[in-house]
Every structure is written in structure tokens, then in C-alpha cells.
């Protein structure tokens, strides 16, 4: 009898442990999101366990399990990695309440939802270049010959670059954009290579005038957190945000959406609403150098310069996803590597 008892007990238990959880699929690498999901922990009971890999890994891992899948969230750097996950139907709606009221409508969809914000801009060198001579500067320009041998930026197959494209082909329509990217490619500094900093290190060293990187990739280097030197390159360069007088500068997210076979959905659901709240907000960005996602949370990190600037609200985000793959066929065609 006393078995029987022990053994209801730990069963009661176990089921506890199973029900107060979340699995939490994840592209970021940020220790400081650990330290915010132990605030939800602590605030709710719901312990998170973090599976991080690449998008793709996370992905066909989800894709593969099926029914199976233990995963509750799926949180992914750019709105075309969400959109490649969407397309595969890993999500179900999330239904959040409030939603239209907290974030954006161009930052989001019924899948998943933006909850940071990045812009993919320019770099350049004072010492080299006047600032007179780009305050006006958009990505259109970036194909101009004045800029030969003079743009520092990353492979083709990066994600970011593909939403960029994206972006360009739903403003400007294919045949210009093809355009545009021979005569961009062009003007490339160097076969294109390393990661966003490495531009910002070229730009600084002088050996490009303009690099396309993310803004948190400029504050983290900034910050120090990267090491003397490349805070040393930092210093050394200043943004330059694109298109601020027509439709704004690029707008990209980092976001997350509950998926289908969730296991824990009504926990998934209390977790984007926590990382929703403004002290969540505040926590994340002070820390990766991201913008907030929510409406009337001010940009406020401590790299003054990228503040403030007119963002591209006209399209959304759902928008790089749906044109990736055409993008990415124009920019390889174009001899993009
Ligand atoms: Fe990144």
C-alpha cells in the first residue's frame, strides 16, 4: 500500500515537472537572456530549458520530431529565418492578446512576433570620408562608382544581406534591383568575407570607406566586450543610417512564435508575454545592443548615435521572407559570392 502511495506521489510530481516547464529552441547566444529567463522562472515557476543551435539545425530538428517535438518556442534572429520555419507550418497561431496594441503590425504576424529591433546600416571613417558627402546617402547610392573597390560587407548566403536584397526587390521591383546589385557588387572592397565586425574593422583600418553591418555589432564592439582593439576600430568609425529622407533605414527583428506541437503551449504563451513587458525589453536590449520591439519604450542604448533615426515601417518583415530566395538567386547571379 505504502508503494502504491509513494509511487502516486511521484507520479503527481513528475506530471508537476512536465507541466511547469518550457522548451525553448534558440538562436541566440546572449548570456544575458539566461539571466532574464531565470527572472520568468522566478516570477511564474516555469523553469525554461534552452536548446540553442543554428536556425537550420533548430529547425529540421523541429521538422524531423514532428508530433514528437518537445519544443514550445522557436526564437530566431531574422524575420527570414521566422518566415522559413512558418513556410515548413513548425508554428501555431500564438493568439497573444494585446498584441496589436504592444508591437508594431509591420513587426509581426499570426506566427510569431518581433521582440527585438535591428537596423542593418553604414559605417565609414571620418578621416576618409566627409561626412557631407553621405549624410543624404541611401542603399540605392551604394552602387554609384564613386564607391569602386570602397564597400566592405559579408557573403551572400548571410541572412541579413538577404533580407536587405529582399527589402530592395519589394521597393524597387526586380529589374532595377538586378541593376543595382551588378553595379553594387561592383564597388565591393575585397571578395566578400568575415562577419559583420570584420567590416566595421576594414572600414576603421581604412581599407574600405563604407561597411554594412547591424548596429548592435558597432555598440558591442563599442562596449568593449570584444576586446581593446576592436573598441580601439569602433571609436575610429561612425553609422551613417540609409534612406533617411524618403522611406526610412532597414528594419530587421529578432522574434519568436509557439509551435505547433508545443507541449506546454499555455507556458509558451505566458513566456513572449513576459519577454514583452518593459523590463524584459529593457533587460535584453541593454545587453545585446538591440532595439526594443514594444511601442512607447524609447531607443535608449548607451551608444547615443544610434538612437534615434526614421525607420522603414512602410513594408513588413514578413516581406524578406517571402522574397529570400529571389533575392538570393539576383545577388549570386550578380556574382555576389
Ligand atoms: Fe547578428
Redesign the pocket.
Known amino acids: 500500500m505504502l508503494l502504491v502511495r509513494l509511487l502516486l506521489v511521484f507520479l503527481f510530481l513528475t506530471n508537476i515537472a512536465k507541466t511547469n516547464e518550457i522548451n525553448l529552441f534558440t538562436s541566440r547566444h546572449y548570456e544575458s537572456d539566461i539571466d532574464l529567463y531565470k527572472k520568468f522562472t522566478t516570477e511564474t515557476g516555469i523553469k525554461v530549458n534552452i536548446i540553442n543551435g543554428k536556425s537550420k539545425v533548430l529547425e529540421k530538428r523541429i521538422l524531423d520530431e514532428g508530433a514528437k517535438s518537445k519544443a514550445d518556442i522557436l526564437f530566431l534572429?531574422d524575420a527570414g529565418a521566422l518566415f522559413s520555419a512558418q513556410e515548413k507550418t513548425l508554428f501555431t497561431k500564438h493568439n497573444l492578446k494585446n498584441i496589436k496594441t504592444l508591437v508594431p503590425k509591420s513587426l509581426r504576424n499570426q506566427y510569431w512576433v518581433g521582440i527585438t529591433k535591428?537596423a542593418r546600416i553604414l559605417f565609414y571613417n571620418p578621416k576618409f570620408t566627409n561626412l557631407t558627402e553621405i549624410k543624404n546617402i541611401s542603399y540605392e547610392d551604394l552602387s554609384n562608382e564613386k564607391w569602386k573597390g570602397e564597400i566592405a560587407i559579408r557573403q551572400a548566403n548571410n541572412i541579413?544581406n538577404q533580407s536587405l536584397v529582399a527589402s530592395i526587390i519589394e521597393h524597387n521591383g526586380v529589374k532595377k534591383t538586378e541593376n543595382w546589385l551588378k553595379k553594387f557588387v561592383n564597388n565591393f572592397a575585397r571578395v566578400p568575407q568575415g562577419?559583420?565586425r570584420a567590416q566595421i574593422l576594414m572600414v576603421a583600418a581604412g581599407e574600405a570607406k563604407l561597411a554594412v553591418a547591424?548596429t548592435?555589432?558597432y555598440a558591442l564592439m563599442k562596449s568593449g566586450k570584444k576586446g581593446k582593439e576592436q573598441k580601439k576600430a569602433a571609436e575610429k568609425v561612425k553609422p551613417i543610417f540609409p534612406n533617411q529622407s524618403n522611406r526610412g533605414t532597414h528594419i530587421n527583428i529578432s522574434g519568436a512564435g509557439i509551435l505547433k506541437f508545443s507541449p506546454n503551449k499555455e507556458n509558451a504563451r505566458k513566456f513572449l508575454k513576459f519577454l514583452l513587458t518593459e523590463k524584459a525589453q529593457i533587460h535584453i536590449c541593454k545587453n545585446s545592443f538591440e532595439y526594443p520591439i514594444i511601442k512607447n519604450l524609447k531607443n535608449n542604448l548607451l551608444v547615443e548615435e544610434i538612437n534615434n533615426f526614421k525607420e522603414d515601417k512602410s513594408i513588413s518583415v514578413s516581406v524578406y521572407g517571402e522574397r529570400q530566395k529571389q533575392a538570393f538567386k539576383l545577388m549570386k547571379k550578380a556574382g555576389w559570392n
Open positions: 534572429a535591428r541579413y562577419n559583420d547591424n548592435y555589432y
